[in-house]
C-alpha cells in the first residue's frame, strides 16, 4: 500500500544536539507536512511544502528547519533541541488537486524526548 | 481565519451506549470539516469528511457526522461503542487557504465495559 512513513519512531536525545527527523512517502502526493502534537493542544503546523522548491512556514516554526530533498521525502530538523521541543511529530501529504478540500494523510509520528 | 473547538477533552461511555462528540467550526468562507481518529501510538487517521452535498456524512466503523450550517456545528456520533473505538478524536477544518487544516485540541474516548 501507499504510504507514509517515518524515521525514527523514538528518539531520545539532549539539549543542544542536532537532530533530523526523515518522512518518506510513496503516495505521489506533491504536498507535504510536519506538526507537532502536544496534549491538550492538538496538532500545530510546523512547516509546509507545496513542492521541492516551494517551503512555507507554519504557525511554529522558530527552532525548526526543514528540507525537501525530493517529491517523497521531506526532513525537519531541530538545530539545537531544547526540552520543550519534546512532542510526538507527524509528517503528512495531501494532493493539489484536491484543492481546498486537503484532506490529509498522516504518518504514524516520531516521540522526541529532549533531556 | 479558521478556528475550530472541540468540547470536552474527555468524553466518558459505556460499551453500547451512545458516542457524541462535539466540534463547533469558525470559518470566513465555506468550510470543509474532518473527523479524524488516533489509534495509541499511531497516526491520525481520516473517520470521515463534508465537502459539498448532503449534510449527513457516514464514516468508517459506524460513525457519522452532520453538518449544521446555522449551528457552525459539525458533531460526531456513533449509536453504539465498542471498546475499539477507545482514541482521541480530531475535528478539522479547511477552506479559504488552499492548504491549511486547522485542528481542534481532540477528545479523548474512553470506553468503559
Known amino acids: 500500500d501507499a504510504d507514509v512513513t517515518q524515521t525514527p519512531r523514538n528518539r531520545i536525545t539532549k539539549t543542544g544536539k542536532r537532530i533530523m527527523l526523515e518522512c518518506s512517502q510513496t503516495?505521489?502526493?506533491?504536498?507535504m507536512y510536519w506538526y507537532r502534537q502536544d496534549p491538550g493542544l492538538g496538532l500545530r503546523l510546523i512547516y509546509y511544502s507545496f513542492d521541492v522548491k516551494d517551503i512555507n512556514k507554519g504557525e511554529i516554526s522558530d527552532g525548526y528547519s526543514v528540507s525537501r530533498q525530493a517529491q517523497a521525502k521531506f526532513s525537519l530538523s531541530l538545530e539545537s533541541a531544547i526540552p520543550n521541543q519534546t512532542a510526538l511529530y507527524f509528517c503528512?501529504?495531501?494532493?493539489?488537486?484536491?484543492?481546498?478540500?486537503?484532506?490529509?494523510?498522516f504518518g504514524p509520528g516520531t516521540r522526541l524526548t529532549v533531556l | 481565519a479558521q478556528s475550530v473547538t472541540q468540547l470536552g477533552s474527555h468524553v466518558s461511555v459505556s460499551e453500547g451506549a451512545l458516542v457524541l462528540l462535539r466540534c463547533n467550526y469558525s470559518?470566513?468562507?465555506?468550510?470543509?470539516l474532518f473527523w479524524y481518529v488516533q489509534y495509541p501510538n499511531q497516526g491520525l487517521q481520516l473517520l470521515l469528511k463534508y465537502t459539498t452535498g448532503a449534510t449527513l456524512v457516514k464514516g468508517i466503523n459506524g460513525f457519522e457526522a452532520e453538518f449544521k450550517k446555522s449551528e457552525t456545528s459539525f458533531h460526531l456520533t456513533k449509536p453504539s461503542a465498542h471498546m475499539s473505538d477507545a482514541a482521541e478524536y480530531f475535528c478539522a477544518v479547511s477552506g479559504g487557504s488552499n492548504y491549511k487544516l486547522t485542528f481542534g485540541k481532540g477528545t479523548l474516548l474512553t470506553v468503559n465495559p
Open positions: 503516495k505521489g502526493h506533491d504536498r
Open positions: 503528512a501529504t495531501s494532493r493539489s488537486d484536491r484543492g481546498i478540500y486537503n484532506e490529509q494523510f
Open positions: 470559518s470566513s468562507v465555506p468550510p470543509y
